[in-house]
């Protein structure tokens, strides 16, 4: 036989547990309620019309999650105490093979699943979804351990003439966009699968080896919001991985202008190989350093 507490402790132990509850969500640091009120998303995102679309996706479903547990565990509870064993002799009602009830709760998952599936693929339409003519055309190439940004001069000839940024293992380079403007990112790799991830974006995409001209993974973003982000690589591509990092900064379209004028030119975009060279391990580059920078 269970041990049965009376009534009054059971009352009390329920009360303690509430209170502790209580204090434990009201001990939360400012931080964490910043967090709670954008769903856990980056702080200062989304900063393109296309990363909306994810944070409405993301708070949503959270929201229809929320009402779902809460129905469940109201119903826990409910049932906890309204079928309770009332004495040593009594036995709750015990339910089987109710036919409507399983039937309930079989096509109820089912049908938030086709709700949720329909509204993200709905989502991913309106993120994949590309303008034939783009304000700005940046061709990324992620090699190992760094970036390199190709800056199109003429988005209609994405072969000619490019201003370009190239980091190192050591180095973070600097991605520059203006604001307010449809920028198309084209993405290439010389060596191994990378992954092109702003996480004020709300969204990232690989970069696969091998794809040249049309083939390659491409998206394109509305930027919103000024200011000074982060990026990185987010595919396991090597020994320096972890420093494959890269800063974004969106600008103003003037400062963007002028940006342009301070960075190198090449006739053709770097791609990779001789162009974009693959950056050695941070044990080689310091190596070659301590050399004299001699082959």
């Given at each position: 036989?269970?041990?049965?507490?009376?009534?009054?402790?059971?009352?009390?132990?329920?009360?303690?547990m509430?209170?502790?509850?209580?204090?434990?969500?009201?001990?939360?640091?400012?931080?964490?309620?910043?967090?709670?009120?954008?769903?856990?998303?980056?702080?200062?995102?989304?900063?393109?019309?296309?990363?909306?679309?994810?944070?409405?996706?993301w708070?949503?479903?959270?929201?229809?999650?929320?009402?779902?547990?809460?129905?469940?565990?109201?119903?826990?509870?409910?049932?906890?105490?309204?079928?309770?064993?009332?004495?040593?002799?009594?036995?709750?009602?015990?339910?089987?093979?109710?036919?409507?009830?399983?039937?309930?709760?079989?096509?109820?998952?089912?049908?938030?699943?086709?709700?949720?599936?329909?509204?993200?693929?709905?989502?991913?339409?309106?993120?994949?979804?590309?303008?034939?003519?783009?304000?700005?055309?940046?061709?990324?190439?992620?090699q190992?351990?760094?970036?390199?940004?190709?800056?199109?001069?003429?988005?209609?000839?994405v072969?000619?003439?490019?201003h370009?940024?190239?980091?190192?293992?050591?180095d973070?380079?600097?991605?520059?966009?203006?604001?307010?403007?449809?920028?198309?990112?084209?993405?290439?790799?010389?060596?191994?699968?990378?992954?092109?991830?702003?996480?004020?974006?709300?969204?990232?995409?690989?970069?696969?080896?091998g794809?040249?001209?049309?083939?390659?993974?491409?998206?394109?973003v509305?930027?919103?919001?000024?200011?000074?982000?982060?990026?990185?690589?987010?595919?396991?591509?090597?020994?320096?991985?972890?420093?494959?990092?890269?800063?974004?900064?969106?600008?103003?379209?003037?400062?963007?202008?002028?940006?342009?004028?301070?960075?190198?030119?090449?006739?053709?975009?770097?791609?990779?190989?001789?162009?974009?060279?693959?950056?050695?391990?941070?044990?080689?580059?310091?190596?070659?350093?301590?050399?004299?920078?001699?082959?």
């Amino acid at each position: 036989m269970g041990l049965q507490l009376p009534k009054r402790a059971r009352q009390l132990a329920l009360g303690a547990m509430l209170g502790i509850s209580f204090l434990m969500l009201g001990a939360c640091s400012a931080e964490d309620k910043a967090q709670a009120s954008r769903w856990a998303m980056p702080a200062d995102s989304p900063i393109t019309e296309q990363g909306q679309y994810i944070a409405d996706l993301w708070k949503w479903a959270w929201v229809a999650l929320l009402v779902t547990g809460g129905i469940v565990w109201g119903l826990i509870f409910y049932v906890s105490w309204r079928y309770r064993r009332r004495s040593e002799d009594e036995i709750p009602v015990q339910t089987r093979y109710n036919l409507p009830l399983e039937i309930f709760y079989t096509i109820a998952p089912i049908m938030m699943v086709v709700v949720f599936f329909f509204h993200t693929v709905e989502v991913q339409n309106k993120l994949l979804d590309e303008v034939d003519n783009p304000d700005q055309v940046i061709q990324v190439v992620g090699q190992q351990w760094s970036w390199t940004f190709n800056h199109t001069d003429d988005p209609q000839d994405v072969d000619g003439s490019v201003h370009y940024v190239v980091g190192t293992a050591r180095d973070i380079p600097t991605l520059v966009l203006p604001v307010d403007q449809t920028i198309e990112f084209k993405l290439s790799s010389p060596d191994v699968i990378h992954g092109f991830w702003v996480p004020a974006f709300l969204m990232k995409m690989d970069v696969f080896p091998g794809q040249k001209g049309e083939e390659r993974n491409s998206f394109q973003v509305h930027t919103t919001k000024e200011g000074t982000f982060m990026g990185k690589c987010t595919e396991l591509c090597g020994v320096s991985h972890s420093r494959m990092l890269f800063n974004l900064k969106v600008v103003s379209q003037a400062e963007y202008a002028d940006y342009l004028t301070t960075i190198p030119q090449a006739e053709h975009p770097l791609l990779g190989g001789s162009d974009a060279v693959t950056q050695a391990g941070l044990a080689e580059a310091e190596e070659h350093e301590s050399n004299g920078g001699d082959e």
